[in-house]
């Protein structure tokens, strides 16, 4: 699950500038999202392949893309986040906020070969749900304040399934 520093920094949002108090009470891009924990779905047996981020106007986006149907996350605003093994793992995350990202879906496929390169830095790292008897992976991101978020499901390419989470600019 090789997740590189410069992602985890790619989501740390810059502070607002120039910002009037009359905008400030108005939500941002028409942003109400909210910043409250959210979950969905159930663990997939669809193995995790790859993590992609993009800048948009009004918020910042990480994907999670699955060789698979997948629906299941578990997405919040933390103080730490551990590694399957108890080990906290935002030691070296940038931002004044910590969001823990939760996919339900392995790293290896079912017999056992790595999907997604795996190198357990300070921000993503392997679960193991011993109720379920399932991995997962796990993810910190910083951002620069506790922001809004929405968390969501795409089909596609093809057979392959996304979960998506987006990290609003502003209030």
């Not at 730490?80 to 093994?85: I, K, L, S, W």
Request: charged share 15%; aromatic share 10%; with cysteine.
């Amino acid at each position: 699950m090789a997740l590189s520093l410069p992602l985890a920094a790619a989501l740390v949002v810059p502070a607002a500038a120039g910002a009037s108090a009359g905008a400030a009470s108005a939500p941002y891009c028409g942003i109400t999202w909210g910043s409250l924990a959210k979950s969905s779905g159930t663990y997939s047996s669809a193995p995790l392949i790859a993590t992609r981020t993009g800048k948009h106007a009004c918020f910042d986006r990480l994907v999670f893309e699955i060789n698979g149907p997948a629906d299941g996350y578990r997405v919040g605003y933390t103080s730490e986040v551990y590694a399957g093994h108890g080990q906290p793992m935002s030691a070296r995350t940038a931002g004044g906020a910590l969001i823990g990202i939760e996919v339900l879906a392995p790293d290896v496929d079912q017999v056992a070969h790595q999907t997604y390169p795996y190198a357990e830095f300070d921000h993503v790292a392997n679960g193991y749900d011993h109720a379920a008897g399932r991995n997962y992976s796990i993810f910190v991101v910083g951002t620069r304040a506790r922001l809004p978020s929405r968390v969501f499901v795409l089909a596609g390419p093809g057979s392959h399934s996304r979960i998506v989470l987006d990290v609003a600019h502003h209030w």
